[in-house]
């Protein structure tokens, strides 16, 4: 496995509060990571950490760009901050060409690649527009298109999905994919987990600055010992004996309808298989709970207070 980042026990705090507290983790190159937290959670100071904008009280940070640790070479990295920094004064098109020429391209080069990208996100027609006049959703789009410009080796996205409806929202989804089959490896820091969860590889997750969950997002959902079970069954049926069942919860009620939640120690082979026996079953579904459930339920088991409505 090589990796592009390493970040060891990194830890910020501002006025005596420790808002980063010793977190580590690794960017495995090519692939997708999501850094994921409630809003608060400290995604963004280590993102600015990351990227030299913060000095860190403790910890370190190596980037691995060419296969040998070395230190931030921003001409191939990409950054779209949770706080956007375009100039509103400027063209579009003069804006993009004279932030690739920053990130070492040919004006020519950087016009070109401007160009190439306004088309593919519809805004060709705003390219001798000032910022200012376009919308927060095109904006955004601009932005994006800035860290994205110089064919950067890691990209680092803070809240990319912020100011986004859902269509623009599944067209930079299906972008940042594109990112990835092209080789380039991908950072995201987002609250909105149902977003991000069908995109990344692995995931770092953090609450009031500490480690919650990290790894491989499969394997994550794997271990998680909670299953959402929905079945649809002849009118009629009986499903009170569901309640009896250890760690069986029936979360809603219809006519001939239910959805289950299973916690139980019985395999859930075994417990589907006793469903069937005892009912006529028409339909059933099976799925592990989305990253919201788990990073709830996780953190909740270690004390921590977690705030849903923070969390998208």
Known sequence: ??????????????????????????????????????????????IRMIMGILSPNAGTINFYLNGNATTMDKSKIGYLPEERGLYD???????????????????????EESL????KVNLSEYGQQKLEKLSKGMQQKIQFIAAVLHK????????????????????????????????????ISAHQMSLVEELCDSIFMINKGKQVL?????????????????????????????????GVKIEEQRRNSARLRHTGSTLINNFLREISDRINLEEITVEKPPLHDIFIQTARERGEVVEEHEIG
Do not use: C
Request: glycine content about 8%; cysteine-free; charged content about 25%.
């Open 1 to 46: 496995m090589e990796h592009i980042l390493r970040v060891n026990n990194l830890t910020k705090s501002f006025a005596g509060k420790t808002v980063v507290d010793s977190i580590s983790f690794a960017v495995e190159r090519g692939k997708i990571m999501g850094l994921l937290g409630p809003n608060g959670a400290g995604k963004t100071t280590a």
């Open 152 to 187: 950067p080796a890691l990209v680092m996205l803070d809240e990319p999905f912020s100011g986004l409806d859902p269509i623009n929202q599944d067209f930079l989804k299906d972008t940042i994919l594109e990112l990835q089959k092209a080789g380039i490896t991908v950072m």
């Open 214 to 246: 990290s790894g491989d997002l499969e394997k994550i959902k794997s271990d998680f010992k909670e299953h959402k079970i929905a079945i649809k069954f002849a009118p009629g049926e009986d499903i009170s004996f569901l309640e009896q069942l250890p």
């Open 89 to 111: 004064d400027a063209k579009v098109l003069e804006s993009l060409t004279y932030l690739g020429e920053l990130k070492g391209m040919s004006r020519a080069k950087a016009k």
């Open 116 to 119: 190439k990208w306004l088309h």
